[in-house]
């Protein structure tokens, strides 16, 4: 285990519903993230958060919707979306400081599936 | 535009030979390179690091990095069936800032018995 919990592990979804999934990490960073990871694609930077404040926003629709209440948690709001969003959600934990070595540490994910 | 290019794949090698997974990039402010590896419906998990041109060894996994060529390496040796997985190329920062990393598509490896 990483340290990094992630709930549900699996969700199905109409594209009326709304949903949340919710990451947890117990190592003490600072910074969280969540990527999106589809069938034949790249892992996709979704949000970073630096100390609970979001520093990216990677050109994502607004039916995904990211909170951070503090340092050690992290949600995603989700709400009318459409089948192509289906994918693998992960959540990620660092320890940022400046030297571009900090190490990103991922959930088990969230399988979504909209139908 | 920050790419990272790998080979999809899959890559067999019989058991007990040498993986040797290639990786390129395109941003030349990038510093540091990691290897993820990812098994069948699990999360990446970081195997290696490398920061400075040449090589850096851990166990049977070797990293090799030649920035003037844009180009990072994760050699296996005595390829186990264990190591079967996907593995993944990342690269963080550059000119997007350190935490904006981009992976690659990610290199299937098969390891025959």
């Known amino acids: 285990e990483t340290g990094v919990t992630q709930t549900p592990r699996h969700l199905v979804m109409g594209m009326t519903n709304k949903k949340s999934l919710k990451c947890e990490q117990h190592l003490g960073h600072n910074a969280m993230y969540w990527y999106k990871q589809s069938a034949k694609k790249p892992l996709e930077l979704m949000f970073v958060y630096n100390f609970k404040e979001q520093t990216e926003n990677n050109s994502v629709p607004s039916r995904f919707s990211p909170e951070c209440p503090n340092s050690s948690h992290l949600f995603l709001h989700l709400h009318t979306l459409q089948p192509e969003d289906s994918a693998l959600y992960l959540c990620?934990?660092?320890?940022?400081?400046?030297?571009?070595?900090?190490?990103?540490?991922f959930g088990p994910g969230t399988r979504l599936l909209v139908l | 535009q920050k790419e990272v290019e790998q080979n999809s794949g899959p890559l067999s090698v019989p058991e007990g030979a040498i993986a040797s997974l290639n990786c390129t990039y395109s941003d030349r402010v990038s510093q540091s390179f990691f290897w993820y590896r990812q098994y069948s419906g699990k999360s990446p998990e970081l195997i290696m690091s490398?920061?400075?041109?040449g090589d850096k060894e851990d166990g049977r996994f070797t990293a090799q990095l030649n920035k003037a060529s844009q180009y990072v390496s994760l050699l296996i040796r005595d390829s186990q069936p264990s190591d079967s997985a996907t593995y993944l190329c990342?690269?963080?920062?550059?000119?997007?800032?350190?935490?904006?990393?981009?992976f690659g598509t990610g290199t299937k490896l098969q390891v025959i018995p």
């Open positions: 490398i920061y400075s041109n």
């Open positions: 990620a934990s660092s320890q940022e400081g400046t030297s571009g070595e900090e190490t990103q540490y």
């Open positions: 990342a690269v963080p920062g550059g000119s997007g800032g350190y935490q904006k990393v981009t």
